[in-house]
């Protein structure tokens, strides 16, 4: 799969039709610690009608780690320099978690760019000010122990109860486990500090005309159901749609229920 330079930096990304300019277009932005991979079911899912567009951040995935860039504003410059290097001018645009802040800056600053807005376990807020001493010590842990050694007690962030405790499901626990470990520490450090440090939206969803489904799981820890709620009724004429069982990776634990739901709303846009 290719990579492509935008704003000084080389992304990789995965187009599941690069060649068909018939076929509307679908954005898959990941959350923070992760990649692509986290859409698989959802491009597998989409792909016979939407061209399906997966991309890495950089400093994560197979994307380039920069010496600094990870900051929201100028991850939405990398995404909107993506979009336009692939000439596109219109796309559905799906974001979880750090996605979603980058959603959401789009659908502020470009929102000619959107057919819709999808935004699953995210905020507009600021990060909540108690939670940032976690955040630099698990970013300290990192520096010195590395992704493997703090990884499992990562997962209850990232994933629900459900999940976890489901015995059937411990290969794909661990698979995702794996991957987590995978990321460099250097990136991971730099994308956290910029998802810490970033400012709120919540004062601009006023201005978002777009179409937009906020999507959260039930068992979301990291970004619980208020928050989703607080961006509903924000963003005029939103739907909100909760995904029981899931945790704060819900296109992961719950992929048929979110790729129900995208289809529902999907069909309402056109």
């Known amino acids: 799969m290719p990579h492509i330079q935008v704003n000084d930096v080389n992304i990789y990304y995965e187009d599941s039709a690069p060649d068909d300019t018939q076929k509307p277009v679908m954005v898959f932005a990941h959350g923070l610690l992760w990649s692509t991979r986290m859409y ?15 991309f890495d951040f950089r400093g994560q995935g197979q994307s380039q780690i920069t010496k600094s860039g990870y900051d929201m504003e100028t991850l939405t410059e990398d995404t909107l320099e993506l979009l336009s290097a692939l000439n596109i001018d219109k796309c559905h645009f799906v974001g979880l978690s750090m996605g979603g802040f980058i959603g959401q800056r789009i659908a ?18 600021p990060e909540d000010p108690t939670n940032i001493p976690k955040y630099r010590k698990l970013m300290t842990a990192i520096r010195w122990l590395g992704m493997r050694r703090v990884s499992k007690k990562v997962l209850p962030i990232m994933f629900g109860s459900s999940f976890l405790a489901d015995k059937a499901r411990r290969p794909e626990c661990k698979e995702w486990l794996a991957l987590m470990q995978d990321n460099h520490k250097t990136g991971v450090i730099k994308a956290t500090l910029g998802v810490i440090e970033r400012s709120g939206t919540y004062e601009q969803l006023g201005d978002i005309n777009t179409p937009t489904l906020i999507v959260v799981g039930d068992e979301d820890a990291a970004t619980p159901y208020a928050k989703s709620e607080r961006m509903h009724f924000a963003v005029a004429g939103s739907k909100l749609a909760v995904i029981k069982g899931a945790g704060h990776t819900a296109t992961v634990e719950e992929p048929e229920q979110i790729n129900r ?10």
């Open 40 to 54: 698989d079911r959802q491009v597998a899912y989409f792909q016979d009608k939407y061209r399906c567009i997966a």
């Open 261 to 270: 739901v995208m289809s529902q709303f999907l069909e309402c846009c056109v």
């Open 108 to 125: 502020i600053k470009r929102p000619e760019l959107l057919l819709s807005l999808m935004l699953i376990a995210t905020s507009a807020d």
